[in-house]
């Protein structure tokens, strides 16, 4: 394990993890707010609704964000997911010119695949939630035969754009990124991040079909409300609120 400390932030450099987001839950009372675990190596990595997330050689960020608020009132857990969305937005286009959309509520895809998802877990105490780990996977370098062995349309950044890069640079512009607007997300909550998680969004005046709790139902997705919550038409043309749910198409 390596500490290295980059900007204001602890970085910490596993060789090789299970998941950083179990390690960084398990490791939760020695992790200051603000620090980040990061593997290139991660061995069992899960996604949402405990899928897999996958891992090869190739050198890719595997990070969980260890955010500790020192008050739960007026904290905006409900949008910290859809916050990091953006930014990672934010940096695949000023650094590889990249048009990443979002797919409801927080999957980023580059020309219609999947290039980095986000796994948000809470570690509570006496019912109080302590700290939230914020896990993120994004493909830098995996090679297409991997990508090919994903179950959805999948790609990384060296794939769209043709060249490699080093992970733990692309890993500290995107910690910069990601702090560089946090304090105002805070005391502000999603309106600071509205008018681009809607400019993101790929899913907005069209037909999905959401999975919920196993059930599969369809809708028009009609609006972001102020909450981040998605306004949706469902078969009857009745205006729901969805709060989370998979975006199956
Ligand atoms: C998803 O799209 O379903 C979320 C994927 C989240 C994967 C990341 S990789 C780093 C962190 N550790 C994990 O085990 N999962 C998250």
Not at 74 to 82: D, V, W
Not at 102 to 128: M, Q, R
Not at 177 to 198: A, M, P, Q, W
Request: glycine residues 6%; negative net charge.
């Amino acid at each position: 394990m390596v500490n290295l400390n980059m900007s204001k932030y602890t970085i910490i450099t596993l060789d090789e993890a299970p998941s950083t987001n179990s390690w960084a839950l398990e490791n939760i009372s020695c992790l200051d707010d603000g620090a980040v675990v990061y593997t290139a190596k991660q061995t069992a990595g899960r996604g949402r609704y405990n899928r897999k997330w996958v891992c090869d050689e190739s050198d890719n960020i595997y990070m969980s964000l260890v955010l500790k608020p020192k008050s739960a009132d007026n904290y905006p857990f409900a949008n910290l997911t859809q916050y990091l969305s953006v930014v990672v937005c934010r940096l695949l286009s000023s650094e590889f010119l990249l048009n990443a959309r979002i797919k409801w509520p927080n999957d980023i895809l580059v020309n219609g695949a999947k290039i980095s998802g986000i796994l948000a877990e809470a570690y509570t105490h006496n019912n109080k939630i302590e700290a939230v780990i914020l896990g993120l996977g994004l493909n830098i370098n995996m090679k297409q035969e991997t990508l090919d062995k994903i179950d959805q349309k999948a790609t990384s950044i060296s794939a769209v754009t043709g060249k490699n890069y080093n992970s733990e640079t692309v890993l500290k512009k995107l910690i910069d990124t990601f702090y560089e607007s946090y304090d105002e997300f805070v005391s502000l909550g999603f309106s600071c991040i509205k008018d681009l998680y809607i400019s993101k969004c790929d899913f907005l005046g069209k037909n999905i079909l959401i999975s919920e709790n196993g059930e599969k139902k369809q809708y028009f997705a009609k609006a972001i409300d102020s909450d981040g919550l998605l306004i949706a038409l469902n078969e009857n043309n009745e205006e729901c609120k969805i709060i989370t749910g998979d975006l199956l198409c």
